[in-house]
């Protein structure tokens, strides 16, 4: 196995790993500092809404979602080769981190995504660094905004789809 497959291997680990620390945190954060967050940053108050109404069910099966995802772009960058959607996905997640660093940030105090966060850079910057070793800059530009959209639609979709087991789930 050779550096870059090594990389491409860990994906779904360490997507997963993270995902653990918001299936897990999430609920009681936002209820404990949802109404804050809410108050302090107006733009997110919807965003804390949803996250209030979701139950950790509902947001595991959102996760399931988006690991069943990475579990076939990593298997179809191994076997295939198509590392361009492997890229797309791998770069739409480190935005992803930085935005909750970003958050981190802004907030200033503990946020159940910080821990892994943080602890995926180094996974985040060698990912990088093979990808701009081995790639041309133009296909990563194309990867990375295909994957910043496949992202944000992605993410609408499995917000859709939680709410909605949560409905199904109460009847």
Same mark, same amino acid.
């Given at each position: 196995?050779?550096?870059?497959?090594?990389?491409?291997s860990?994906?779904?680990?360490?997507?997963?790993?993270?995902?653990?620390?918001e299936?897990?945190?999430?609920?009681?954060?936002?209820?404990?500092?949802?109404l804050?967050i809410?108050?302090?940053?107006?733009?997110v108050?919807?965003?804390i /809404?949803?996250y209030?109404?979701?139950?950790?069910p509902?947001?595991?099966?959102a996760?399931?979602? $988006? =690991?069943? @995802?990475?579990? &076939?772009v990593?298997?179809l960058?191994?076997?295939?080769?198509?590392y361009?959607?492997?890229?797309?996905?791998f770069?739409g997640?480190?935005?992803?981190?930085f935005?909750?660093?970003?958050?981190?940030?802004?907030v200033?105090?503990?946020?159940?995504?910080?821990?892994? /966060?943080?602890?995926?850079?180094?996974?985040?910057?060698?990912?990088?660094?093979?990808i701009?070793? $081995? =790639?041309? @800059?133009?296909? &990563?530009?194309?990867?990375?905004v295909?994957?910043t959209?496949?992202l944000?639609v992605n993410?609408?979709?499995?917000?859709?789809?939680?709410?909605?087991?949560d409905?199904i789930?109460?009847?």
């Amino acid at each position: 196995m050779n550096e870059l497959e090594l990389i491409v291997s860990l994906f779904p680990i360490v997507f997963m790993l993270h995902e653990f620390e918001e299936i897990i945190g999430f609920k009681t954060w936002v209820i404990k500092d949802g109404l804050w967050i809410a108050k302090k940053y107006p733009k997110v108050a919807k965003q804390i /809404s949803i996250y209030e109404r979701l139950s950790v069910p509902a947001f595991a099966l959102a996760v399931l979602e $988006e =690991f069943i @995802l990475i579990g &076939i772009v990593t298997a179809l960058a191994l076997t295939l080769q198509w590392y361009s959607v492997w890229i797309a996905v791998f770069l739409g997640f480190s935005l992803h981190i930085f935005i909750h660093i970003g958050q981190w940030m802004m907030v200033r105090k503990y946020i159940p995504i910080i821990i892994t /966060s943080l602890l995926s850079l180094p996974y985040i910057f060698l990912g990088t660094h093979k990808i701009f070793s $081995e =790639f041309s @800059l133009s296909m &990563i530009i194309t990867c990375f905004v295909i994957g910043t959209i496949v992202l944000i639609v992605n993410l609408r979709f499995v917000h859709k789809l939680a709410l909605r087991y949560d409905k199904i789930r109460k009847k």
